[in-house]
């Protein structure tokens, strides 16, 4: 098969097309054949030498696929409720920049009716962390605010469509007008340009002075501290990602008088029966939405695999909003 390697840790030039043995799928799996590939952030960590891939994972980057089921064992696609032919999305723990990949049969998702495998490539990476972090770690309620950092990034257009499709009200922070207004237009209720506005300020102010509920934050570093600030009483902060530095200040009085929840995740170590549970999740609560089109896929651009380096530079530049895909024959 075709794939992407990544030849040494560097700029997105390290990223080489490659030749490599057909992956086989072994107990509790499913080969697919990839007709699209997300790319994401962790991609560009672990092409930096950030972010190893976990034990027994494929050194090929990409954690999330769409495409056909063409091999995995009969009966355990029957207690899944797919079978050969089916078109699934699914999470990986890597490989999915290649034309084959191996996925958990319990971490496989049916394309959404009516969505092709280019939008649906798009979804498994960032629907299970939304969902695990904001509605399941830190349990974000209806008529609660949600703020939500890095609005037009993959995780923010997701973020955005979940937290109103459960009847939140949504705050997202973006680097320009223009962002902020595509943010809005895909239905939040208010956006913060971080370059030209105090966003903890923002908050406080758009919320009377109450401080928003939750904070799904892919910053941290200073971010933090200036996201305590803002959060109502009993208010909730999680942590995704440190793009923004590991080290933060904390007012640990503020968490003890205003009852202040501080939390992080990362989603790719976790264990099968986890990233399992997230699956059902969503299956059950979410996949009804995106089938009818409650949710709607936000696709920036697609790149052909082999230009998986523009992909990357597309992506670090920071001009996208929502997702950007390799399409593979």
Known sequence: MQAIEITRSGGPEVLQPCTRPDPVAGAGEVLVRVCASGVNRPDILQRKGMY??????????????????????????????????DH?????????????????????????????????????ETFFTVWSNVFERVHLLP????????????IGVTAIQLGKAFGARVIVTAGSDAKCQACRDLGAD????????????????LTDGRGVD????????????RGVKSL?????????????????????GMLLRRRLTVTGSTLRPRSLAFKA????????RVWPLLESRVIKPVVFKTFPGPQATQAHELMESGEHLGKIVLTWP
């Open 52 to 85: 190893a891939s976990p034990p027994g994972a494929s050194d090929l980057p990409g954690l999330e696929i769409a495409g056909e089921i063409i091999a995995g064992d009969s009966a355990e696609l029957a207690a899944s409720g797919f079978k050969l032919g």
């Open 88 to 124: 699934v999305c699914a999470l990986v723990a890597g490989g999915g920049y290649a034309e084959m990949c191996v996925a958990p049969i319990a971490q496989c998702l049916p394309v959404p009716s009516g969505w092709s495998d280019v939008e649906a490539a798009g979804l498994p």
């Open 143 to 154: 008529g609660e605010t949600l703020l939500v950092h890095g609005g037009t990034s993959g």
């Open 190 to 205: 208010a956006a913060i340009n971080y370059k030209t506005q105090d966003f903890s300020a923002e908050a406080l102010r």
């Open 214 to 225: 939750v904070i799904l934050d892919m910053v941290a570093g200073s971010y933090i501290e």
């Open 232 to 252: 109502a009483e009993d208010g909730r902060l999680v942590v995704i990602a440190v793009q923004g530095g590991v080290q933060a200040n904390l007012d640990a």
């Open 277 to 284: 549970g997230i699956a059902r999740a969503l299956r059950t």
